[in-house]
Every structure is written in structure tokens, then in C-alpha cells.
């Protein structure tokens, strides 16, 4: 099993920034995928930016050159620097992880922290 805990939500004025950390805890140690999706109110749960363990990361298009995805140097913690924050990036973000147990693929979700840009 493995517990997510966020921090670093909050409100801030558009073209500022925040920074969003995840810690991963439990039997798993290792996972091929760390990231962060995001939901705003009446839309689905979108990608926002995820790292993988091969050293690649991905990017929504609507977040590419503005936001930041990185693992810590102990690999079970994620951040997401946010920098030129518009309102458009107001959601609840979720912290997600993938990894294989064995033969089979887990995903794991945090509780959710808000993101609120005032414009």
C-alpha cells in the first residue's frame, strides 16, 4: 500500500507561483511514474505533468515551459513548480503515482490539494 500526502496549495495572484510537493510512504519504493493531474470544477481530471523513472517527464500543452516537474533526491517525493500561474490553472491537483507490483500495474492517488489563481 502506499499514502500520498500533499502540500503547497493555495491562492495566488495570476503570474505567480507555487510549489507543489508529494510524499510518498508505505511498502513501495520505487515507482515508475510520479506526477500530477488536476480537476476543475465541471471538467475531468486531466494530465498535468508526470515523471518517469527512465528520466523522461511529460507535459500538458496548456503547462509546457511554465510549470516543472521533478523527483527528490530520496525518489519517493514529487514536486510541481508552478510559475506564471494564469486562471485557467485553478483546480484541485492530485498527486499520482504508477509503479508494477510483480505482474501487475497500481495507480495511486493523493486526497487533493486547491490551486486557486485570482486574476
Known amino acids: 500500500q502506499v499514502q500520498l500526502v500533499e502540500l503547497g496549495g493555495g491562492l495566488v495572484q495570476a503570474g505567480g507561483s507555487l510549489r507543489l510537493s508529494c510524499a510518498a510512504s508505505g511498502s513501495i519504493f520505487s515507482f515508475n511514474i510520479m506526477g500530477w493531474y488536476r480537476q476543475a470544477p465541471g471538467k475531468q481530471r486531466e494530465l498535468v505533468a508526470s515523471s518517469h523513472s527512465s528520466g523522461s517527464s511529460d507535459y500538458a500543452d496548456s503547462v509546457k515551459g511554465r510549470f516543472t516537474v521533478s523527483r527528490g533526491n530520496a525518489r519517493n517525493t514529487v514536486y510541481l513548480q508552478m510559475d506564471r500561474l494564469t486562471p485557467e490553472d485553478t483546480a484541485v491537483y492530485y498527486c499520482?503515482?504508477?509503479?508494477?507490483?510483480?505482474?501487475?500495474?497500481?495507480?495511486?492517488w493523493g486526497q487533493g490539494t486547491q490551486v486557486t489563481v485570482s486574476s
Open positions: 499520482h503515482v504508477g509503479f508494477l507490483d510483480g505482474s501487475r500495474w497500481s495507480d495511486y
